[in-house]
């Protein structure tokens, strides 16, 4: 099985300021990883996902991550942060041809004025 | 259109009742999920169906029953329920094939008084 582990549980930002939130994953097959954001009382939205390909990902947002097999990480970044930006940001994992999702812990990004 | 949708938004009842919360997808998609989300924003899986066969069943109390009467609908059915059950129940869906993406219905709070 695989575990996701998002170090960040709060990580407050001032508004333009850039923004990285951590994630690493251990599995011993290939992964499918994906970040999601959630806003106050709302489901759960993909704001990207690395499959294959490219290890620089682009997402929704101006959101953006990067796939590193040897540090087993896929940390999302933005170069500068909106107020609208706050939110709870999941990592989640998935095995290759598998069918769960094993989702992070979350990190609650605070944008502040 | 709502690409998933899941009734009731909110739900409020007693100790040892037994309620259903309902989830339907528009999106043409043959797999559906069942997540809780505890209070500290933990996302766990509970079930999955792809073409109405359960495919996931993880650790959880034979209290929580799902039953996927057709591809669109995935209704999860709770008997006796405990103040433990409280938490936000997100309904999801995902095609395997195309874009991979999960996609989430806006939840149900359930709170067990």
């Known amino acids: 099985a695989q575990s996701v582990t998002q170090l960040d549980s709060q990580v407050p930002v001032f508004e333009e300021a850039p923004v990285e939130l951590r994630c690493n994953y251990s599995?011993?097959?290939?992964?499918?990883l994906f970040w999601y954001v959630q806003y106050p009382n709302q489901g759960l939205q993909l704001l990207l996902k690395y499959l294959s390909g490219s290890t620089l990902v682009k997402g929704i947002n101006g959101f953006e991550a990067e796939f590193n097999k040897s540090q087993t990480s896929f940390h999302l970044r933005k170069p500068s942060v909106h107020i609208s930006d706050t939110a709870e940001y999941f990592c989640?994992?998935?095995?290759?041809?598998?069918?769960?999702?094993?989702f992070g812990t979350g990190t609650s990004l605070t944008v502040i004025p | 259109d709502t690409a998933v949708s899941q009734t009731p938004k909110y739900l409020v009842t007693q100790m040892g009742n037994d309620k259903s919360i309902k989830c339907e997808q528009n999106?043409?998609?043959?797999?559906m999920y069942w997540y809780k989300q505890d209070s500290k924003k933990f996302l766990k899986i509970m079930f999955s169906?792809?073409?109405?066969?359960?495919?996931i069943n993880e650790t959880v109390p034979n209290r929580f029953s799902p039953k996927s009467p057709d591809k669109a609908h995935l209704n999860l059915h709770i008997n006796s329920l405990e103040l433990g059950d409280s938490a936000v129940y997100f309904c999801?869906?995902?095609?395997?094939?195309?874009?991979?993406?999960?996609?989430f219905g806006p939840g149900t709070r359930l709170t067990v008084l």
């Open positions: 169906y792809n073409n109405k066969e359960l495919i």
């Open positions: 999801a869906s995902r095609s395997l094939v195309g874009t991979d993406t999960q996609y």
């Open positions: 599995s011993s097959v290939s992964v499918y």
């Open positions: 989640a994992v998935r095995g290759a041809g598998g069918n769960q999702f094993y």
């Open positions: 999106l043409g998609h043959d797999t």
